[in-house]
């Protein structure tokens, strides 16, 4: 799935800073621990990478603006609200003097994933989400961290974010040796593919940074040519509005007609371009227990997923990031998956069941599934 990781690009209560010294009118000597120090410390918190870098996008500000006044944002008004202040971390944590970034792997899809695709009768779920929800994860690892690390290395004060933070995740990433920004605009890291999470830690420890990312993508364009719905409008650029994974989780109205036929099966979110990106060889296979897929999510049988009550959607998702696009969200996903699933009488049923549905963003996109039953059935 092309991160937005838009599933989780809602903003939460703001962390709050942590003084873990009672003297802090300066910032502490500069740091002559090892590096492998803050590696070593890292990793024993769960994370699979760590890189450090200065708090500055001035580059990045000018993109986003640029991407900004396109309207690629589509609906996420958030985006344009905090504007410039995403690429300006001090703006967040002022005495900010270095951004530590982490990286956490979640898993490659495995071959069994891949035939979960190919057959329109199931479910496809892109696979950062078939675990628990990473938010309250990562934001608790992160917060050990950077208490491990005063320990370890000098009391500071700090603040983490994880991904729905205000603040570029993936620049920052970038500057701190992590990996590059793919044509995809997705992070991949040279021996570690592009299937995990990022977080970050705004310190006020002076850490020597790191050397920023190279980018490796050369002339491979495949991420742009198997785009479903040819949301990578150009190399580095992505258009939200395109992108199956703001269409089925961001999104709150309808999905435009002209993409429902490509979207598939996919009913939250869309992997295309990391799994045919050819780094992912690098890949973990086995992520963190947390974020281990929930073994009923793997395969769902989309006329099952339909039956869901509300109550169903609640309890079955619990913990889950499937909760961000609501269950509304969900029956208008599962309308249209449906409506590209092979024709038999279980998934018409399942569909008929809902024609009537109070809402009517839900009833049309039952009766355009409908439709798109009869014109298969009874082509012109």
């Known amino acids: 799935m092309v991160k937005l990781r838009l599933g989780m690009m809602h903003l939460p209560k703001p962390e709050p800073s942590h003084p873990l010294t009672p003297d802090f009118g300066h910032a502490p000597a500069p740091n002559r621990h090892p590096r492998h120090l803050i590696d070593e410390i890292a990793r024993a918190h769960g994370f699979s990478a760590v890189g450090i870098t200065r708090p500055d996008l001035p580059r990045d500000a000018e993109r ?3 991407w900004l006044e396109r309207g690629h944002h589509g609906s ?26 982490v990286r956490s792997d979640y898993g490659k899809p495995n071959g069994a994933r891949l035939e979960t695709l190919a057959n329109p009768d199931r479910g496809y ?17 992160l917060r050990q961290l950077a208490c491990a690390l005063a320990q370890a290395i000098a009391p500071h004060s700090f603040r983490v974010f994880v991904d729905s933070g205000p603040i570029m995740e993936k620049p920052l990433a970038q ?19 592009s299937y995990f999470f990022l977080g970050e830690i705004l310190t006020t420890l002076p850490l020597e940074t790191d050397t920023p ?21 150009r190399p580095y650029e992505l258009d939200a509005r395109r992108c ?35 780094m992912n060889k690098f ?39 499937l909760r961000r696009t609501g269950f509304r969200g ?20 399942a569909l008929q069941r809902r024609a009537q549905y109070p809402d009517p963003l839900i009833r049309e996109h039952v009766e355009w599934a409908l439709r798109e039953h009869q014109v298969r059935a009874f082509p012109e």
């Open 244 to 278: 199956i994974s703001y269409l089925t989780i961001e999104n709150q109205g309808p999905i435009p007609i002209e993409f429902r036929r490509a979207i598939g099966n996919r009913i939250f979110g869309c992997d295309d371009c990391q799994l045919i990106c050819p």
């Open 64 to 66: 986003l603006i640029r």
């Open 125 to 141: 779920i892109a696979q950062y989400a078939l675990g628990r929800d990473y938010h309250k994860i990562l934001r608790k690892k």
């Open 175 to 193: 500057n701190a040796g992590l990996g590059w920004i793919g044509k995809h605009t997705n992070l991949i890291a040279p021996q570690g593919g």
């Open 213 to 233: 990312g190279a980018n490796h993508c050369g002339s491979c364009h495949a991420c742009i040519d198997i785009c479903p719905t040819q949301a990578i409008v």
């Open 283 to 321: 890949a973990r296979k086995v992520p963190l227990a947390e974020f281990a897929p929930r073994a009923e999510l793997l395969a769902p049988e989309l006329a099952e997923l339909m039956d869901w009550t509300e109550q169903d959607f609640e309890e079955k998702t619990r913990g889950s990031a």
């Open 76 to 101: 996420m008004e958030y985006l344009a609200r905090y504007g410039v202040r995403r690429a300006q971390p001090k703006s967040w944590f002022p005495d900010t003097i270095r951004v530590i970034s």
């Open 330 to 349: 969900w029956l208008r996903n599962l309308a249209v998956a449906l409506g590209n699933a092979q024709s038999s009488e279980r998934v018409l049923r």
